[in-house]
């Protein structure tokens, strides 16, 4: 149905309603309330539905099925997205204000690049029949790893792209509001909101690589797989905001979601012996995510323990499970400021880039830690000079996630882990950085970067190392502590072996 006047009709409307988005509702920016997002998400389901009765009125119910169904599917793989996105904007520390943009400008390349994609499956189907079979066990299989994989936590920071742009490009170290570019000393300068905007494109890329197939797995023309695809993720910028804070809540998505997906992959295999009617089809997936939403509205969520009480558990996967989630959380403001110091040559060789040893340091009551202790085979305790309030021990997880479980001498005294016990009641204090020369690193930060050390001169650490602190800023205003620290030699005596 794709004719020349109606694929030029369709993105002139698109284009034009990201111009007025863009330069008239959203010229300034500004942090999008619940209520915006509620009545912006609400316009475009309108907008996509009254584009599915347009088909229905002017081309048939065939089309019309195959339209809304693949809108479904596509409205849910965004959602199910949605944490990504919400990993991105942490990591790198988003100012709330200018995700929107971000998310906007994020959409026009992906318009792009979902074209190209969808051009290029729509030609290899027609020329080589035998791609819907690999479609199809392809979606199987995304299904199945859905269900039963393991999720893998997210570092959008190693991105190799964003790491590539990060060492080849000018970038400014700091945030310039909603600037993508900016002169600095007569030179064009990228901002890190540029470079966060390529990790937002190639994680777009990576979720077309589900939707798109399956979405060929109902119909074969370009114009209904194109059309259903963007109405879905125009409207995913409103829907993130909207669902955001209680996106965790979907417990069942992610399985209603895998049925989805293995289904379609069914289909596209068993298509030469067992015709489905685009009804059924529509039918199966819109029961099954209803009937995941309802499950996850109406059946309790298991109470969650949190990260830290997670840490003490007698299940050695809780603890790994929380043990990941803190150091995610707590490395990630720190990478989003240390990531400019890659960019000194001689600073990322003492830090030891482009592989950094990182551990996160965990201030925890004397309960609280006893049991972690204990919990965990009672690891070797730390020597730590006795002149400085703590206690700490080490834990090692896999996948390099290693922390450092700290406690207070004198609840309530002066030290630093007292008072940061006293004021927050225990968190991340810290994130500590293995590095060759503190006294050197200490210099460079100093002299190329402008930050400033806790203490004037390296002091004795834990088990015979080196250390010493930068209380750094991030771009939202945040404080984060860093350590550098330096292994004693020789080495074998070191507290902190790397994995």
Known sequence: MGTPFLWIVFNLFILAAIV????????????????????????????????GLGVLRFYGQQPALEYFTGYLIEKALSVDNLFLFLVIFRAFAVDDRVQHRLLEWGIL???????????????LIEHFSWVLYLLGAFLI??????????????????????RFARKHLRVTQDYQGEK????????????????????VEITDVTLAVDSIPAVFGITRDPFIVYTSNVLAILGLRALYFLLAGVIDRLQYLDEGLAFVLVFIGGKMIGEP?????????????????????????????????????????SNPAERRAGAEEIYRVGRAPADGIVSAWWEDNELSALLLGPNPVVTVGLAV??????????ANGSPRMSEVPP????????????????????????????????????????????VEFRCTNVDRATQILKDKFGVAFIYPATRPGADGTRVNFFLVTTPNGGKVLIELYELPKPPDSARKVQQ
């Open 180 to 199: 993508f570019f900016v002169r600095h000393a007569g030179k064009l300068c990228a901002t890190p909101l540029f470079l966060v905007l390529l990790v």
């Open 273 to 313: 012996w067992i015709h489905i009617p685009v009804s059924i089809s529509l039918g199966v997936v819109g029961g099954v995510l209803l009937i995941a939403l309802l499950a996850s509205l109406l059946i309790p969520a298991r109470n969650k323990i949190s990260a830290i009480e997670a840490l003490a558990s």
């Open 141 to 162: 299989y995304a299904g199945l790893r859905m269900l039963f994989a393991r999720k893998l936590e997210v570092h959008p920071d190693q991105n190799k792209l964003f």
């Open 387 to 430: 002149d400085q309030d703590a206690e700490e021990f080490e834990l090692h997880f896999p996948h390099g996630v290693m922390l450092d479980i700290l406690t207070t001498r004198e609840p309530g005294g002066s030290g630093a882990i007292a008072r940061y016990l006293a004021k927050f009641g225990g968190g991340v204090q810290q």
């Open 109 to 123: 390349g992906a318009l792009i690049m979902r074209g190209v994609m969808i051009a290029l499956g729509a030609e």
């Open 20 to 51: 007025l988005d863009l330069r008239v509702f959203h010229r300034r920016a500004h942090r999008i309330s619940v209520r915006e997002a509620a009545l912006a998400s609400a316009g475009w389901i309108g907008v996509s539905v009254l584009f």
């Open 365 to 374: 009551p004397r309960e609280s830690f006893e049991l972690i202790h204990a």
